[in-house]
């Protein structure tokens, strides 16, 4: 009976109908939830609200599946129905969250399996760009270290292409200070991808990232910069160009998780590249020919951008591909006319808006959406993809769940 009236408690506490809880409930639920969703905080989490409650954390568990609240959400809902006041249940809470932090500051830290595999197909006006990435790796409570190998199918509207992309080592490091959490990362790629079929830089890459946010209940405001010598999805877009050169970028935004299994988010990025870029284009196949090659007169192809010069100048027959055009890169729609060109840094400078939401449709999946507008290209791009998490499902299988 019992579990009926907790059950029944956390369902009014959920219902759209119900006042808002102050901000500062909000925050101390959401400290509870964010640590209850990781699979190796999960134990100590259930463990101290059920010893705070008096029940067995047997209990906990079968009300989570019982009603699908969180477990910050059950332990309100179970204060509420013994009487507590909101200033009582505000204590208690922030009670549980400083015993949860400091019996995972005591834990030694637990090296745990990383294996994801995530999809997304990025469409714009410029064509469709699908992408497949398995990851593997270890992580800690404060470190990750992954390998990715992406693939990708480039279709654009008179060129397709597809194959191994640049393979990718990745570290993580992430911490956390009262509301405040940071975050840096190290990518290093390697040339396994073949630039003229825009599937790599041709070279070994680096992007050094660090961000920092600010939880405000269940808000978290963020804002990151990196600096990279090959920008192609680093921030805000998958871009119809992989390009060589040192860039800065940025990002920032806001995220609220209004349900455990929904995160929605907005905010705006930035390239800002320095000194020449060479850029390999994913929309085309295309190599310019060589004075002598054209006949005189010839008129230059349709849609060829007018600041390009006609005939190439230095360039060789196709297939021998010795040097890229030098032209400025004023549309991206140029990027359709050549395969290899060099521009110079402000034709690539970038920014913009995006949004993004995160479904969790049900433990080790998610399904994520995501949209983009470049500001100085006039591209909006759209994103769809799914993620899976294969170490979470080998997790429930080892452990029998």
């Not at 992954?146 to 693939?151: E, L």
């Not at 920032?252 to 000194?275: D, N």
């Not at 004075?291 to 005189?296: E, T």
């Not at 993620?387 to 499902?393: E, G, L, M, S």
């Amino acid at each position: 009976m019992r579990a009926i009236r907790l059950a029944f408690a956390c369902l009014l506490l959920a219902a759209p109908g119900r006042p808002a809880q102050p901000s500062e409930l909000d925050a101390e639920v959401a400290r509870v939830d964010a640590a209850g969703a990781n699979p190796d905080h999960k134990l100590v989490v259930v463990a101290v609200l059920a010893e705070h409650l008096k029940v067995h954390r047997n209990h906990l568990v079968f009300l989570r599946k019982q009603t699908g609240d969180s477990y910050g959400r059950i332990f309100v809902a179970s204060l509420e129905e013994s009487g507590a006041s909101k200033a009582d249940i505000l204590r208690q809470l922030r009670s549980v969250n400083a015993e949860i932090e400091r019996r995972l500051r005591s834990e030694p830290a637990r090296l745990s399996p990383v294996f994801l595999v995530s999809s997304a197909a990025d469409h714009s006006s410029l064509g469709t760009f699908y992408t497949v990435t398995p990851e593997i790796g270890f992580e800690t409570r404060h470190a990750a270290l992954v390998i990715g190998a992406p693939f990708y199918r480039n279709s654009a509207v008179s060129f397709t292409a597809g194959g191994l992309g640049d393979a990718y080592v990745a570290g993580y490091l992430r911490g956390a200070a009262g509301r405040f959490d940071f975050g840096t990362s190290l990518t290093v790629g390697l040339p396994t991808g073949d630039p003229l079929r825009g599937l790599g830089a041709g070279e070994t890459t680096a992007d050094g990232a660090g961000v920092v946010g600010v939880r405000l209940a269940a808000w978290r405001l963020f804002a990151g910069g990196g600096y990279t010598n090959s920008v192609f999805a680093n921030v805000g877009y998958q871009r119809p160009y992989i390009s060589e050169g040192p860039a800065a970028h940025f990002s920032g935004g806001l995220e609220v998780t209004p349900h455990r299994r929904l995160r929605l988010g907005a905010g705006g990025f930035a390239v800002r590249p320095h000194g020449e870029q060479q850029v390999y284009s994913r929309l085309t196949d295309m190599h310019p020919t060589a004075p002598g090659i054209i006949p005189p007169g010839t008129p230059a192809p349709k849609g060829w951008p007018k600041n390009w010069p006609w005939p190439p100048q230095g360039q060789v027959p196709a297939g021998q591909r010795t040097g890229p055009l030098r032209v400025h890169l004023a549309d991206l729609l140029g990027l359709q006319q050549a395969q290899w060109i060099e521009a110079p840094a402000q034709d690539l400078q970038d920014h913009g808006v995006n949004a993004w939401a995160s479904i969790g449709l049900f433990p080790g999946v998610s399904l994520d959406f995501a949209a983009a507008r470049s500001v100085p290209f006039r591209l909006t791009t759209v994103r769809a993809g799914l993620v899976f998490d294969v170490a979470h499902w080998i997790g429930q299988v080892r452990h029998g769940h």
